[in-house]
C-alpha cells in the first residue's frame, strides 16, 4: 500500500473552470479547444494535472453541475474529438487530465429524471422521491417532508403535482438528488467513471460526494439546516469504497469535495487502507468571515481561528494517515488576496497574493492553483448585480432583501461572496478582452485586467506568476515538502501563522513557514525562534531576524526558513 506523501507528496493541480479559461471560437465562452491551446503555459508553470470542471451537456442552470448527460460533450464546450485531442496533447507534456463527477444529483434535465416523472418505477427509485399528503395539489402541496434548506436558499424538496411527490434537491431545484440507496444508481455511476477512465483520464473530483448517503428516517432539523442528518452520512463510506472498487480507480489521484464535514471522516476518506479517496477538500477554513458561521453576513477574516483550524487538519490528518488537498480558492469561492489579503496597492496586492500561497503551498499536503490564482487575479470591480450570472448570487440578493438589507446593503454582500468573483475570465493579456475571447465575454472582464494578466507576469521574475512557479519548484525539490512532518508553532502575534516542516535526513531537514496577516509590521516568531537559519524564500525583503532571534515580518510578508 503506498503511502499518500509517496503518491502525492511532489504533484501540483490546477483548476480550469471551462467557461472562463480560453475561448478559441469567439462565442464568448471557454472550452476544450481552448484548453489544449494553452497547454505549454501549464507545462513552463509545472503543474502535474488539470482538474477540469464539468463539460457535460446540461441546461447550465448551475454553470454544468447540473449534468444531463455524463457521457456526451455539451456543444458550447465542443466535441468529444476535442477532448480526445485536448487528453493526447496533455499526455506528451506530461500532465495528466481530472474530471469533475457531480454523482450527488443530476439535472432535472436528465433522461433518467425525465422517466421518472412519467412514473416510471425503475427511475422513480434513482432519486429521492417521498409521497405528499393525500389530497395534495399544486396550489395547497402540504408540509414538505422536512425542513431542510437548500444550499442555494428556499426549502430543499419540491412538488411535482403529476406524481403528488416530493423530490429532494440539496441544491438548485433543477438539481434532483440521486437515491444512492438503490443499487442500480451506484451501477450507473461506477460506468459513468469506467466510460471516462477508458477514455484516458488520470484521476477525478468527486463534487459535495459526502452528502450522498441520505438518513432513512427522515426528520425536521430544529437546530439547523438539515444538514446533520445528511453530512458524511450513514453508508458514504461503504458506497465510496464500492465506488472506487468497482470501477478500478483505487490508487488513482482522485479527490472529494466534503461539504462541512470532519477530520475523522476525511482521514477515513483519504487514509490508503480504507481504499476510498486519495485527498480531500474541506472548507472549514473559508468559513473564518462568517458572522455567525453564516456566509452572508461579514466580518474580518478571524486569523486566530484560521490558524487553529489548519493546524487541526494539518496535524492530525497527518497523525491520522489522512491527505489533504490544499487551496485558498475555486469556482465557488471568492478570491483569496481580496477576501484574506489586501488589494489597494500594488505591493500589498503583490504580498498578499504571494503570501496566500506561500502559506499553502509549502505544507503538507497537494496544492490546488485555481486558475488565474497563479496571476494575483482579484474579485471583480462590478458595480451592479444585473453584471452578476450565478444562480446562488442572484437568489441571495433578493433573500438578504427580504430579511430587511437595503438593496445597497444586499449587494455589497453578494458582490463580498460571490461564486462569480472566482468566474471572472483569466486575464491572459491587456487587450479589451483580456485575451480571453474575440467575442462577447459571458460575464464582465474585471478592469484591472490591464495590468494584471499572463502576458506581464510570465516573463517577470518578480511576478506573482513567478513566485508560484518557484513554490511550485520547491516542492518538486526538496524531500522535505513532499513527506515532511508537520508542526504548528506558538506565534508572538495573533495575527500570523507559523509551522514547521521537517524530515529526518533530508537536506535541508528543517523548514519554517512564517506569515503576516496583517498590514502591520509583527513580531511574529519570539526570543530564540530562528537564530541559524538561511532563507529559502520570501515575497518581500520586509523582514528581519533580531539578535535574540525573534522574527520580525513586514506587511503581508510571508517567509521560508531552512536549516
Known amino acids: 500500500m503506498q503511502d499518500r506523501a509517496e503518491q502525492l507528496g511532489d504533484k501540483v493541480v490546477y483548476q480550469i473552470y471551462v467557461r472562463s479559461f480560453n475561448d478559441s471560437n469567439g462565442d464568448g465562452i471557454g472550452d476544450l479547444k481552448g484548453i489544449t491551446e494553452r497547454l505549454d503555459y501549464f507545462k513552463r508553470l509545472g503543474v ?21 448527460n455524463y457521457r456526451e460533450v455539451d456543444p458550447m464546450f465542443g466535441t468529444m474529438d476535442d477532448f480526445g485531442e485536448l487528453s493526447r496533447e496533455a499526455r506528451t507534456r506530461g500532465i495528466g487530465l481530472m474530471l469533475d463527477m457531480v454523482f450527488n444529483h443530476t ?13 416510471d ?18 396550489d395547497n402541496p402540504g408540509k414538505p417532508p422536512t425542513n431542510w434548506v437548500s444550499k442555494f436558499g428556499g426549502n430543499a424538496w ?19 438528488d440521486l437515491n444512492w440507496d438503490n443499487p442500480e444508481v451506484r451501477a450507473e455511476l461506477v460506468d459513468v467513471v469506467k466510460f471516462w477512465k477508458a477514455k484516458g483520464v488520470s484521476g477525478f473530483r468527486f463534487d459535495v460526494v459526502n452528502l450522498i448517503s441520505k438518513p432513512a428516517v427522515l ?77 452572508w453576513a461579514l466580518q474580518e477574516p478571524d486569523i486566530p481561528a484560521l490558524r487553529s483550524l489548519l493546524r487541526d487538519w494539518q496535524e492530525q490528518m497527518t497523525a491520522g494517515g489522512g491527505w489533504n488537498a490544499l487551496f485558498w480558492s475555486n469556482h465557488d469561492q471568492p478570491r483569496p488576496n481580496s477576501r484574506f489579503g489586501d488589494c489597494s496597492t500594488k505591493e500589498s496586492w503583490r504580498r498578499s497574493s504571494e503570501l496566500l500561497a506561500t502559506c499553502t503551498h509549502l505544507m503538507r499536503g497537494t496544492p490546488y492553483i485555481y ?7 482579484t474579485n471583480p470591480d462590478y458595480t451592479s448585480i444585473s453584471q452578476y450570472r450565478d444562480v446562488e448570487s442572484l437568489n441571495y440578493y433578493q433573500i438578504l432583501q427580504d430579511e430587511g438589507k437595503t438593496p445597497e446593503e444586499a449587494f455589497h454582500t453578494v458582490a463580498e461572496r460571490s461564486r462569480d468573483d472566482g468566474r471572472t475570465p483569466v486575464q491572459w493579456d491587456d487587450t479589451p478582452n483580456a485575451g480571453f475571447t474575440s467575442g462577447i465575454p459571458w460575464i464582465g472582464i474585471p478592469a484591472n485586467h490591464v ?45 500570523a501563522v507559523a509551522y514547521e516542516r521537517t524530515l529526518e535526513g533530508a537536506d535541508p531537514a528543517r523548514v519554517v513557514v512564517v506569515c503576516n496577516f496583517s498590514g502591520n509590521e509583527t513580531c511574529a516568531l519570539g526570543a530564540g525562534s530562528v537564530g541559524g537559519a538561511h532563507a529559502l524564500l520570501a515575497n518581500s525583503d520586509d523582514w528581519r531576524v533580531e539578535d535574540d532571534g525573534s522574527l520580525i515580518l513586514g506587511p503581508w510578508t510571508a517567509v521560508a526558513l531552512a536549516w
Not at 469504497?241 to 479527490?255: C, H
Open 48 to 68: 502535474d494535472y488539470l482538474w477540469i470542471t464539468p463539460f457535460f451537456v446540461s441546461p447550465q442552470n448551475d454553470n454544468g453541475y447540473d449534468v444531463a
Open 107 to 119: 439535472s432535472t434535465s436528465h433522461q433518467w429524471f425525465q422517466k421518472a416523472l412519467t412514473g
Open 121 to 138: 418505477p425503475k427511475y422513480l427509485a434513482y432519486y429521492k422521491f417521498v409521497d405528499a399528503a393525500p389530497g395534495a395539489t399544486a
Open 158 to 176: 419540491e412538488y411535482v403535482p403529476s406524481l403528488n411527490k416530493w423530490y429532494l434537491h440539496l441544491f438548485d431545484v433543477s438539481q434532483a
Open 219 to 295: 426528520e425536521d432539523d430544529d437546530e439547523g439546516d438539515g444538514r446533520r442528518f445528511y453530512t458524511d452520512g450513514p453508508h458514504v463510506h461503504e458506497y465510496l469504497q464500492e465506488l472506487v472498487r468497482e470501477s478500478g480507480i483505487d490508487g488513482m489521484v482522485t479527490v472529494g469535495e466534503m461539504s462541512s464535514t470532519s477530520i475523522e471522516n476525511c482521514i477515513r476518506y483519504s487514509a490508503p487502507q480504507y481504499h476510498e479517496l486519495s485527498q480531500t477538500f474541506s472548507f472549514h477554513h473559508l468559513k473564518v468571515d462568517y458572522l455567525n458561521g453564516d456566509k
Open 371 to 377: 486558475q488565474g490564482e497563479e496571476l494575483g487575479m
Open 451 to 495: 495590468t494584471i494578466n499572463a502576458k506581464a507576469e510570465v516573463g517577470d521574475s518578480d511576478s506573482v506568476w513567478s513566485f508560484y512557479h518557484r513554490l511550485i519548484g520547491l516542492r518538486k525539490s526538496m524531500p522535505v515538502i513532499q513527506r515532511g512532518g508537520v508542526r504548528f508553532l506558538s506565534v508572538a502575534n495573533d495575527k
